[in-house]
């Protein structure tokens, strides 16, 4: 079981849809994550929020958009999506950012998005 | 941008053999971890090594790292097939202006290791 809790685990969706992955974390960690990983490559950063500030965005398409509702909450809403959009989206947590960053970062278990 | 490179890109050994994996890395790192990924399943984190640190152990793992080098090792001993998964080292760059970290993690491409019982 991991600390990280992503829903749904499986979505697939056409490329007219609008959806949203959804991860939530009650450690009090203050730094949430959104990767992106397709089959046999390493996850890839796409957003960064810290204390609920968005901080980094590593020039992810606009048809992806990162949400920070509360320090446990964060949401990644999709639409638009083009078939080389599927790939596994990890979620993942740590205790701080910056000066803090030497921690460990937690993940949740994905969700495994298909783009028709 | 890929900064990690570890070799081999696949392992293939018997329960009970040890596996070691390398890491290479590009620029000054303020720290690098590793982490283990089994297949469809999210990241665990398995040892952070800092980098005025040379060596550290976590039961049946033990990480190197050489600065000078630009390098990391993991050592798994006495593996068993429950170590079957993708281990990827992962560095947190130096941030310029400060002694911390930039906050971000950049993985290495991942080593599959496969310990056959």
């Known amino acids: 079981d991991t600390e990280v809790t992503q829903t749904p685990k499986h979505l697939v969706m056409g490329m007219t849809n609008k959806k949203s992955l959804k991860c939530e974390q009650h450690m009090g960690h203050r730094a949430m994550y959104w990767y992106k990983q397709k089959a046999k490559k390493p996850p890839e950063l796409m957003f960064v929020?810290?204390?609920?500030?968005?901080?980094i965005n590593e020039s992810v398409p606009s048809r992806f958009s990162p949400e920070c509702p509360n320090s446990s909450l964060l949401n990644l809403h999709l639409h638009a999506l083009q078939p080389e959009d599927s790939a596994l989206y990890l979620c993942?947590?740590?205790?701080?950012?910056?000066?803090?960053?030497?921690?460990?970062?937690?993940f949740g278990d994905g969700t495994r998005l298909s783009i028709l | 941008s890929q900064q990690g490179e570890e070799d081999p890109q696949a392992l293939s050994i018997q329960e009970g053999e040890n596996a070691t994996m390398n890491c290479s890395y590009k620029t000054s790192i303020n720290n690098l971890q590793w982490y283990r990924q089994n297949s469809g399943r999210g990241l665990v984190h398995l040892i952070l090594i800092r980098s005025n640190e040379r060596e550290k152990h976590s039961g049946r793992l033990r990480v190197t790292l050489d600065t000078s080098k630009k390098s990391s090792s993991l050592l798994i001993t006495a593996s068993r097939a429950a170590d079957t998964a993708s281990y990827f080292c992962?560095?947190?760059?130096?941030?310029?202006?400060?002694?911390?970290?930039?906050?971000?993690?950049?993985f290495g491409k991942g080593t599959k290791l496969s310990v056959k019982p």
């Open positions: 929020y810290s204390y609920e500030k968005l901080s």
């Open positions: 993942a947590s740590s205790r701080g950012q910056g000066l803090l960053a030497d921690q460990p970062q937690h």
């Open positions: 992962a560095t947190a760059l130096q941030a310029p202006n400060y002694g911390g970290s930039q906050g971000n993690l950049i």
